[in-house]
């Protein structure tokens, strides 16, 4: 309910209706309250959602006018989401079952939620860290070294929270959001972990903070590396994965028994042609 609304006064009208309906609406109340807490909740989550989303819009506007980003992970995310769409339209399309709990693909354990807040922090927070660090002393090599990543990451992330609110795509194409954007970063970071590790070198008289932003850098690639390959080959394609396509043949199944049992209810309930000459 907006402000305004608050500050209009009632007419008489409502208010007889009001004071003749008082002792019904006592009793739910409650309800109400429960109802009003609940969607406030929900519209709190959704606006700090859409602040995300929009703070990883201007991540990746400013990354791309930086030109600190190839012209090929400029164009992967744009062939990614048509690709995406195509998949959704021919080879996947969703069932129409629009729930949030039926999109859910993986039910998130209090491990689980540690396992992407590590994830987090390690991919973007740090990584971005580093990046306006570079900006501060001046070291182009690391900004230009960790654009890459922090571009295709936001990304993934921004496509993530728009196909999981929308209902035209499936689990396996949901699944394969994160699949198809880590396989690209891993060769990212890869590359990240070249630039860091073997083209970059401390003068021998280097100071205690140049040393320490040095294996920062080194530490963080590395540590990138790790973490973005154990979630691909440990968790995504030998768990997430075959839960998505799990969850959507599934779905797929009931739905096509419902429609046979339909169907057999359909023919069960028509009459014959004895009973309409009966007739």
Do not use: C
């Not at 709990?101 to 994830?119: D, P």
């Not at 922090?121 to 001046?138: E, I, K, N, Q, S």
């Not at 194409?173 to 699949?179: D, F, K, S």
């Amino acid at each position: 309910m907006s402000g305004a609304t608050l500050a209009v006064a009632p007419d008489t009208d409502q208010l007889s209706e009001t004071t003749t309906s008082a002792a019904t609406n006592a009793q739910e109340k409650p309800l109400n309250r429960q109802q009003q807490q609940k969607t406030e909740t929900g519209r709190s989550a959704m606006g700090s959602l859409r602040v995300i989303e929009l703070q990883l819009v201007a991540f990746i506007m400013v990354f791309s006018a930086s030109g600190l980003v190839p012209l090929i992970d400029l164009i992967f995310p744009a062939f990614i989401s048509a690709y995406l769409l195509a998949l959704a339209r021919f080879a996947f399309p969703s069932h129409g079952n629009s729930s949030p709990s039926s999109r859910e693909i993986v039910q998130g354990s209090a491990l689980f939620r540690f396992y992407i807040i590590i994830g987090t922090t390690v991919g973007l927070f740090l990584p971005l860290a580093y990046v306006l660090g570079g900006f501060a002393r001046g070291d182009n090599h690391a900004v230009r070294s960790a654009t890459p990543h922090l571009f295709l990451l936001s990304f993934q992330i921004l496509s993530e929270n728009i196909i999981s609110g929308l209902s035209l795509f499936s689990p396996p194409v949901r699944a394969l959001v994160p699949l198809l954007y880590t396989i690209r970063r891993i060769f990212v970071v890869i590359d990240w972990m070249d630039d860091v590790w073997l083209n970059k070198s401390l003068p021998a008289n280097a100071e205690l903070k140049d040393v320490a932003w040095f294996w920062f850098g080194r530490s963080l690639s590395a540590a990138n590396l790790l973490y973005f390959s154990i979630n691909f080959f440990v968790f995504l394609i030998p768990q997430f994965l075959p839960r998505a396509f799990e969850k959507y043949f599934t779905e797929r199944e009931e739905i096509e028994s419902k429609m046979a049992e339909d169907k057999r209810s359909a023919a069960a309930n028509k009459p014959s042609p004895a009973d309409k000459k009966a007739d």
